[in-house]
């Protein structure tokens, strides 16, 4: 696994660790990062910005509560990793699974291991679950689940992803 990867994973099992959950609200919460929710028919899914030190996460609450919760742990994310980029202007999210911009792309990653337990994955491949049934049963999006078996492959797993992660996925989330 290469360091920034290894820098993500590692981040994502201290925050777990720290909070004793990897429930992104309870790490929120204990975090002191505020969340507010809107509702608002745009294409805006959320946004993570810090104002006058005061961190906050905005998400749009016509999304279902996976996805929220997909979204959510997105931001934590951008927390995590890239709140100095905040200086300039927030995150805002149309779109979560990036992959053609770096920041967006760890935010991604962070998702995936906060969200989803190595472990469980590999009992579920274990029992002959698709990748698809694996995310439905785990209540993710399929791509977040690609984006969690490809790190795993990174760190010397050796899953054959018959499906790769879709940048264009959250245009079509119907708000």
């Known amino acids: 696994m290469d360091s920034k990867n290894t820098l993500i994973y590692n981040r994502v099992k201290n925050v777990i660790s720290k909070f004793n959950t990897n429930d992104p609200f309870e790490i929120a919460r ?3 990062i505020k969340i507010k929710y809107f509702n608002d028919a745009t294409k805006l899914l959320g946004m993570y ?6 961190r906050f996460i905005f998400l749009n609450s016509r999304m279902q509560e996976y996805m929220i919760r ?3 742990a997105h931001e934590l994310g951008h927390d995590a990793l890239h709140r100095h980029l905040t200086k300039n202007s927030p ?3 149309y779109q979560i699974f990036d992959i053609t911009s770096e920041p967006e792309y760890e935010a991604n990653i962070f998702a995936a291991h906060l969200l989803l337990d190595e472990n469980k994955i590999v009992e579920l491949i274990n029992e002959e679950y698709t990748d698809v049934e694996i995310a439905s049963i785990l209540n993710v999006n399929l791509n977040l689940l690609i984006f969690k078996m490809n790190e795993m492959n990174r760190y010397g797993a050796n899953y054959n ?8 996925f959250f245009n079509k989330v119907k708000i």
């Open 70 to 72: 997909m979204v959510l």
């Open 49 to 54: 910005t810090v104002i006058e030190r005061n």
């Open 91 to 93: 995150f805002k999210e």
């Open 161 to 168: 992803l018959r499906h790769a992660p879709k940048g264009n």
């Open 30 to 32: 204990g975090s002191n």
